[in-house]
């Protein structure tokens, strides 16, 4: 009987030896990547079948990852505050999200910078169920009703409280609802869980096209997001640790390349030759319905990769206002510590 004891410890000693090991074998190569061949950069995309966040998959679709000799692994969760815990976790090596988490990281004592800047403007569009678009006209009526939001403390919920507040509506007048994108979105709007909310292509387009939403609010363009927001939001774009972007600047300025490359080749192409060069299922179905949200969205990304410099204040005055983490301390945030210009300036334009 003893022996039996001694051989079953010794079996799950060794046991728990190997999965410690594949614990640490699997946390160093997260945080490897050096871009050689034998290294795989693991990056997080906030929802990789959201038009706002196209730019990355279309980087793999037409090869440029490759063609710089990286090799990409595209991750996805479905916000942008889960791919953010991914990345301080250490188990991814970027994140595609919102450029506003760096911001509010550094009032957490985290260093993350943006270093490639996908779009000036959010993407975003304030969608309203049909029956009661007549009644909803614009901000000033969000008292009393029920607003969508990816998810509390997202970039969705920061935006929607400032478009109240700037309208009047304090934002105890009215009730945040976590309503996710896509499928959950459309069924909260259809099903009376909100009344309003924010959301992305193609989640806009399917609700817009069956006359079950309306569009109140669209921050897809730059005139859009100026009307909204008095000025640019920058949004989308590649963000990585300070730390990470220093000691693998090689890789990192090949991600670069391979990114504003793509940028370049989506401002040279027509919304249908891009939604063709994107997989099959991204359509849903429905080839036609995703072209147009394609097309909708499409003006929203940059061409260079650059952060415009306005752009990275507005974000911090809305944080600064609405921001938990961020409320009280806009005079300790450096912006300069949160993107960074040096890789795309020097990507090769196409």
Known sequence: MRTATRVAAAALAAATALSLSACRD????ASSGNGGKDDTIKIMVGGIDKVIYLPAK??????????QGINVQ???EPAGAQAENVLLSGDVHGVVGFYDHTIDLQTK???IESVVQLADVPGEAEVVSAPKAGRITSPAAFKGLKLGVTSPGSSTDFLTQYLATKNGVPTSAYTTVK???GQTFIAALNNGGIDAGMTTDP????LTSTGKGKVLLDMRT???????????YPSSSLYMSCDYVKTHAQAVQKLANALVKTLGWIKAHKPAEIAAKMPADYAGGDPKLYEKAVADSIGMFNGDGMMPADGAKNVLNVLAQFSPNVKGKKDTVDLSKTYTTEFAAKAPKQ
Request: with cysteine; glycine share 16%; charged share 20%.
């Open 26 to 29: 699997s946390r160093t190569s």
């Open 58 to 67: 279309l980087t793999e679709q037409l090869g440029y990852f490759k063609e």
């Open 74 to 76: 595209l991750l996805t």
């Open 109 to 111: 004592g985290k260093c």
């Open 179 to 181: 309503a996710g994108a």
């Open 203 to 206: 989640t806009v387009a399917q």
């Open 222 to 232: 730059e005139a859009g997001a100026r009307a909204a927001l008095g000025g640019l």
